[in-house]
């Protein structure tokens, strides 16, 4: 096998809420992610040496990319004298709380696996990989695993949860980004910040139901994180039919869970009159996946 081509989600927060803080700094976290039918198109193929493309992208194809870092991981971790050529084709926007990164960094060391299991004395199995991936980044064990998950600690602690009942989403991107560390710096300015009920979601998924996701779901830095679209957006999904809406991650990208998917389709058309950037999909209920 000299290539192979990955499909890895991107994802949404059901729900976030920010618990405490952690002797080492990082905040400790309580979430429901969701991963998506919208995915990053990841193909590896074996190369003497490491390189990166990120074709119509501005990120970096360097060791900066987490692309790049988490063949780097593998590679050591499994001491290969050989390497790859990466290609990204991004589908999922950056700086959107979609964990397009991470999508990445899990795309990888799914490849990786994939493209020298006729080398390696045996494939690393699913927890080797959940630790690489716990190295390189807070939702890359969650990108790696997929479907619907609870979500704790520093996004270490996963506990997969029944399906999201199927439904349609519509995404709204606006025209900027929010940083994560700034979201959460101005959360912990905030003396009574908002908690959404998780407890509440996790018991509607496992009750398969979809109105009580709908209600229970919300973020805790949508108040301080959100940029100056973000309520204008949520109306204007919820004008469009959506059941909940909300801003996912640290923001900035907002979506809409519809009873279907002809409804999300259907919104999506009245929104991109008014957005650039509309995204529909559907849960998914893995992670990456080989074409």
């Known amino acids: 096998m000299e290539k192979v081509t990955i499909l890895a989600p991107a994802k949404i927060n059901l729900a976030l809420d920010v618990t405490g ?15 998506l039918t919208l995915c ?13 493309a990120l074709p119509g992208s501005d990120l970096p194809g360097d060791a900066h ?3 790049w870092k988490a063949a780097e991981a593998f590679l050591r971790y499994t001491k290969l004298s050989t390497a790859a050529a990466l290609t990204v084709e991004k589908h999922t926007p950056v700086q959107a709380g979609m964990g397009g990164g991470s999508a990445d960094a899990a795309g990888v060391l799914v490849g990786m696996n ?3 299991a006729d080398i390696l004395p045996r494939k690393l199995s699913q927890s080797e ?4 991936g716990a190295d390189l980044g807070a939702d ?22 029944p399906p999201l009942p199927d439904c349609g989403i519509v995404i709204v991107m606006p025209e900027y980004g929010v940083s994560t560390p700034a979201a ?14 998780v407890p509440a979601l996790d018991a509607a998924l ?8 709908c209600r229970a779901a919300g973020n805790a830095l949508e108040a301080v994180g959100s940029g100056s679209e973000t309520q204008a957006i949520k109306q204007s999904l919820k004008q469009a039919g959506a059941r909940a809406a909300l801003m996912t991650g640290s923001g900035a990208a907002v979506f809409g869970l519809y009873d279907t998917k002809a409804a999300a389709e259907h919104a999506a058309e009245t929104l991109r009159r008014i957005y650039r950037r509309v995204y529909v999909t559907a849960p998914a209920r893995g992670g990456p996946v080989r074409t």
């Open 21 to 35: 803080r952690l002797p080492n700094g990082y905040h400790a976290l309580d979430m429901v992610m969701q991963a």
């Open 40 to 52: 990053e198109r990841i193909t590896l193929q074996k190369a003497d040496t490491l390189s990166l």
């Open 65 to 67: 990319n987490i692309a």
């Open 114 to 116: 994939e493209l020298y």
């Open 129 to 132: 990989l959940l630790a690489l």
């Open 140 to 161: 890359v064990p969650f990108a790696l695993m997929g479907g619907t998950c609870r979500v704790q600690g520093v996004g270490d602690l996963l506990c997969p949860l």
């Open 184 to 197: 959460f710096a101005a959360f912990d300015k905030v003396e009574k910040p908002y908690h959404p009920d």
């Open 206 to 213: 496992r009750a398969g139901d979809f109105a009580g996701v």
